[in-house]
């Protein structure tokens, strides 16, 4: 694989992580929504801690979302970053490096 495909791939792959993360963001945005209430549920929803365990879970899970989503768009930045900081080394390496050797045909 040459230089300029592995920075490919990197804005490839960073390009993946970000789409998950805006979907991981839809789906946490989604738990938010899905609270519940006593009338919503059963008169024996209290009595039994349905209600406090459902809600429990339902707030793991967008927790749970909202991280992923944030974790995943903070590896789409930093791939972007190590992508760009290889661009930036071989221009600096090219530039460096200059007529100092010439392949021979």
């Not at 967008?62 to 992508?83: I, P, W, Y």
Request: charged share 25%; with cysteine.
């Amino acid at each position: 694989m040459t230089l300029k495909a592995a920075i490919e791939a990197l804005y490839y792959d960073a390009d993946i992580w970000e789409d998950i993360s805006g979907v991981t963001n839809e789906a946490s945005s989604a738990a938010a929504g899905l609270t519940l209430t006593e009338g919503q549920l059963s008169w024996a929803c209290i009595p039994t801690g349905l209600l406090d365990t459902y809600e429990a879970i339902r707030a793991k899970a967008q927790m749970l979302l909202t991280e992923g989503t944030t974790n995943m768009s903070d590896m789409a930045a930093t791939l972007r970053k190590v992508a760009k900081a290889y661009e930036i080394s071989d221009e600096s390496a090219s530039r460096r490096f200059d007529g100092e050797w010439e392949p021979v045909r």
